[in-house]
């Protein structure tokens, strides 16, 4: 393993880090003026990115080649797959920026360059292959993610969004470490592997205990009950595009480091977590569906649905299995989609002066005023109940059927039967937008990139999005395998 | 006609048509659903004459490698042809019975509409277990749409209850369907009906199944959905649903639950027997006593529903021919009763029974139509509803003499409430002003209600067209469940020890 060998495998990496340093010299000169160009230059180099990392997805690239600075990063198709996810996501939430920000003149030219070097974090979390790796990919993503909540600062909600972000997220940080600790200290390795090799023969309890502590903290970040208490007041303060982004890439970016954790560290001895993996799942499920009935806010409603989902997702986690994190990866791809289209479509409801609606009750009779964007809602919704043909009901199904192989038959029947209490505030909200008397409050035009991502992703998920099975299948299975033959 | 994907192009054209009529007008979008389901009546029509009777079981097959973990398989035998026919036949009708009745949001409605009909006959065509379970999941969202918007005045309620009462009972199902692709490596139905699961694990799987179907059909006592939706649906929509929508539930069991899982069908038949029994009794007498004319069909179409499933759990053919036809017959006679309640509650916008009266004086064609589906609902004979419940009772009485007996009583029940019904609109004497002017049937509505007398007539006078296409299908059906049959009660030759199954049946009626 040579430094060049190294340097290229993290090709990507640099060309992030050198276009944000670059872009924040720009800033510094140009203003904010000079946001919309830097908008541009970052979604380039997010896309840019793309391209290089698309490559070792394709290729199925796995086993020792990959591994960079002696196993420290990880460039195989696993990071791959969890990288084009975090990077498009991260292009589309910068892409949509503008058209919000600039009603309330907060185009600021930090904007871009923040979200560049969380995505650049986010893609260091999924390429961990050590503790250490891991703890600055995430706080480097954390760090920009608490200025990105508090980024509207007019705004009261944003300010407190950004402060208990920042509180809950040190907090879990701090949690994780603790926990990043214990592992070093009854292992004697960070590196995955390292870990992996010294408790092959039987688990300490002190390594229990580690175990126990990062999960915790990890579980704060992917907001999986009991830990998601900042989710609805996050989601709702920040500003929408912001959301959107966090709704997004840093589900991708967390979920991928649990998993290599848990699959890669700690994937010989899986009966240590896999029953804290199956609690948090169904409490997540349980708890998502039922705080999300008596949300009258659609941002806090979106938030509760991404704790419904994350649970879903961790089913697929808790088999163990390749197949169940191959599941895993395909659902996060139709989660993202959902996701995004879901907080476009808020961001598309505004009032006749262009104020943001997110009110539900104000949404009442949507489908009269505004067809289309009703429609898309609808779809969304659908999809995220999973209930088919729409796409969200493929990535439920594989989930499940990783659980039923598995041999988890209650924990599938368990999580299908929750899965009909989340249906019902889906159904509410098609019901307020298709069965209600028109309200007429949401009568602003829409920008047109708006317009464009919803659409993108409104045909993802519709039941074309099935004719996708087998090509997203495959690169889920790819990259599935190179997770678990990294040990 | 082998090649020909004929069964795609069914489905195909309701789904073109539907996508039209989102961008159509009114009058546009009435016109595209209309053409779009005669299209599919005429297709309907070609697959009957091209349908080889003793022929291969399974006809018109297609499978396309679509997708990945399952594939687009489609294919029918006579059990499939016979309802894909029932519903092509009744979906132009529906389209005629929204014509005027709906005024608001016309292309959504048709394009509701068509999708319903997509996705109905994709749950007959289906060969993959998995591609039957979304086209039967799928349905639902149109359905949902279709209640909540075009409904009546509590329509929201009975939205949720319909969605959320046929979901849950279908998610466990798909967890028995995901077991059973695991066991047996394969999602294609014609392979896992010859398969056979460990008679421990068929208990659980067939009451997973049980658990989507029971309400579909719907069964006491999970049949509380099927009044609400059926009161708040437009007409069109109380037809579709009790003509098609009902008989997915049938059509599971006769597909899924018999020959996937012959030992626990024999083994819970003491079960079904019961609850058909408290059905057919229980609903009878609801029915008796309702002022509200939907409702009152609604409830009769529960313990018509209850017939079908003792024939079903007769475990001979008599009792599966019987099914289909009561199947058959039912969507063809509450279709056209729901189509009557509609015509009238379109003139005077009440399904109150007492606001009518003394209809046959001045409507006299309107109480002709009205009194042959009322005689074919109550079963008489020479009209469709005879053939199927005979047959069913005939059946069952080979296995259970009990159920027979209490079942029996749904006959005359179902005369007393049908005929009370009838004396309460048609005759009398017409106390209501605004009930007594109202006019005949209008071409419209003549051209809905002759094709379904006719065919009402067709399948009570000469049965034997409809029998002819499934009867090889019931034979190897039949032999499929032989070695699972229960011993009847009502054989001689047994008549030595007393069979449990009756007494346990016997309990369940109380």
């Known amino acids: ?33 000079a946001a919309r160009l830097i908008s541009i230059l970052a979604v380039a180099a997010l896309v840019a990115a793309t391209f290089m990392v698309a490559p070792a997805l394709c290729g199925g690239a796995m086993g020792p080649d990959t591994s960079a600075f002696f196993g420290q990063f990880r460039a195989d198709a696993f990071a791959s797959y969890g990288k084009i996810l975090i990077y498009l996501s991260a292009a589309a939430s910068l892409v949509i920026a503008p058209a919000f920000f ?4 907060a185009m600021r030219a930090e904007y871009p360059i923040l979200v560049l070097f969380a995505a650049l974090g986010m893609g260091i979390m999924v390429s961990a292959g050590d503790l250490l790796t891991l703890y600055i990919g995430l706080e480097m993503n954390s760090l920009a993610a608490y200025v990105l909540a508090a980024f509207l600062r007019v705004d009261g909600r944003s300010a407190e969004a950004g402060l208990k972000y920042f509180v809950l997220g040190a907090l879990a940080s701090g949690i994780l470490l603790f926990g990043m600790s214990l592992i070093y200290g009854f292992t004697g390795s960070t590196s995955f592997s390292g870990i992996n090799a010294a408790i092959s023969g039987g688990v300490s309890h002190g390594v229990v205990f580690g175990v126990v502590f990062m999960l915790a903290g990890l579980a704060f970040k992917i907001s999986a009950v009991p830990f998601h208490m900042w989710t609805p007041d996050v989601y709702e303060g920040a500003p929408t595009p912001v959301t959107t ?11 991928g480091l649990t998993m290599r954790v848990m699959l890669d560290a700690f994937g010989d001895q899986a009966q240590v977590w896999q029953q804290i993996v199956v609690f948090v799942s169904l409490a997540s499920i349980v708890v998502g569906a039922l705080g999300a009935i008596g949300q009258r806010n659609i941002k806090r409603l979106m938030a509760y649905s991404s704790i419904n989902n994350v649970g879903f997702m961790l089913v697929g986690l808790a088999v163990a299995t390749p197949q169940g994190a191959s599941a895993m990866l395909f659902y996060l791809a139709t989660y993202v989609a959902m996701s995004m289209g879901g907080f476009v479509a808020i961001l598309m409801l505004k009032d006749a002066d262009g104020e943001a609606v997110e009110d539900i009750a104000s949404l009442a009779g949507l489908s009269r005023t505004r067809p289309m964007l009703a429609l898309a809602l609808a779809v969304i919704m659908f999809s995220l109940a999973g209930i088919p043909p729409l796409f969200g009901f493929w990535g439920k199904l594989l989930v499940f059927k990783a659980a039923v192989d598995g041999g988890m038959i209650a924990l599938a029947a368990l999580g299908f039967a929750a899965s009909v209490i989340g249906a019902f505030y889906y159904l509410k909200v098609v019901k307020i937008v298709y069965f209600d008397e028109p309200a007429d409050v949401v009568t602003g035009e829409s920008d047109v990139w708006h317009k464009a991502i919803l659409a993108v992703c409104c045909v993802f998920i519709s039941p074309l999005g099935f004719l996708l099975t087998g090509w997203l299948g495959r690169l889920a299975d790819t990259a599935a395998q190179a997770l678990t033959a990294a040990i | 006609m082998t090649g020909f994907p004929i069964l795609s192009l069914m489905l195909l054209v309701p789904l073109a048509g539907a996508l039209a009529c989102l961008f159509l007008d009114a009058k546009g979008a009435r016109t595209v659903a209309l053409a779009a389901t005669l299209i599919n009546l005429a297709l309907g029509a070609v697959l009957w004459l091209n349908f080889e009777v003793g022929g291969p079981q399974w006809q018109f097959q297609e499978k396309v490698e679509l997708f ?70 799928a349905g639902l969202i149109p359905m949902y749409l279709i209640i909540g918007i075009w409904g009546g005045a509590d329509r929201i309620y009975a939205s949720y209850k319909f969605f ?74 109380s037809v579709i649903l009790a003509g098609v929508l009902l008989k997915m539930g049938g059509y599971g069991f006769i597909r899924f639950s018999l020959p996937m899982f012959p030992e626990a069908s024999a083994q819970f038949a003491p079960l079904i027997w019961g609850l058909s029994m408290a059905a057919v009794v229980i609903t009878s007498l609801i029915a008796l006593v309702q002022d509200d004319m939907k409702k009152l069909i609604a409830y009769s179409s529960v313990a018509h529903m209850a017939i079908v499933t003792i024939g079903l759990f007769a475990f001979n053919p008599q009792g599966l021919e019987g099914s289909m036809l009561v199947m058959l017959s039912h969507g063809l006679v509450s279709g056209a009763l729901f189509l009557s309640v509609g015509i009238i509650y379109d003139r005077l916008h009440t399904r109150e029974i007492s606001r009518y009266g003394g209809l046959s004086i001045n409507m006299p064609r309107y109480a002709l139509f009205f009194m042959l589906f009322t005689m074919a609902s109550v079963g008489l004979p020479g009209t469709s509803g005879f053939v199927g419940e005979f047959l069913s009772l005939a059946g069952i009485y080979q296995v259970s003499t009990w159920t027979t007996a209490v079942c029996g009583t749904g006959i005359i029940l179902g005369a007393a409430y049908m005929l009370y019904l009838y004396r309460r609109v048609a005759f009398g004497e017409q106390k209501n002003a605004d009930a007594a002017a109202m006019p005949d049937l209008d071409l419209r ?66």
Request: proline share 6%; with cysteine.
């Open chain 1, 245 to 255: 982004f966090f709704a997004t890439a840093p589900k991708v970016a967390a979920l």
């Open chain 2, 68 to 137: 990945h973990g399952f594939s687009w398989a489609l294919g029918i035998d006579g059990i499939a042809l016979l309802l894909i026919e029932l519903s092509v036949f009744l979906m132009p009708i529906c389209i005629g019975a929204s014509w005027n009745s709906i005024e608001k949001r016309v292309g959504e409605y048709m394009a509701a509409f068509l999708l319903v009909e997509v996705f109905m006959l994709g749950v007959f065509t289906a060969q993959d277990l998995l591609l039957f379970y979304m086209f039967f999941e």
């Open chain 1, 102 to 105: 600039e009603r309330y003149n």
């Open chain 2, 164 to 237: 959320l009462y046929t979901l849950l009972g279908s998610v466990l199902m798909l967890v028995a369907m995901l077991w059973m692709i695991h066991e047996a490596g394969t999602t294609d139905i014609p392979t896992l009906m010859a398969y056979d699961f460990d008679p421990r694990v068929q208990t659980w799987l067939w009451l997973a199944f049980f658990a989507s179907f029971a309400v579909k059909m719907p069964m006491w006592p999970v049949h509380t959905w099927l009044p609400a939706a059926h009161v708040q649906a437009p007409t069109a929509g």
């Open chain 1, 1 to 33: 393993m040579d430094w060049v060998q190294s340097l290229r495998l993290i090709a990507p990496e640099e060309t992030l880090s050198i276009v944000g340093l670059v872009l924040l010299l720009v800033a510094a000169w140009g203003g904010d003026k």
């Open chain 2, 445 to 510: 509505e003549i051209l809905m209600v002759v094709p379904l007398a006719l065919a009402v007539l067709w399948m009570g006078i000469y049965p034997e067209s409809f029998m002819a296409p499934m009867r090889a299908d019931i034979a190897a059906l039949d032999a499929r469940l032989a070695q699972a049959k229960p011993r009847g009660d009502a054989s001689i030759a047994v008549a030595k020890d007393k069979p449990a199954p009756a007494e346990a049946a016997h309990e369940g009626a109380h």
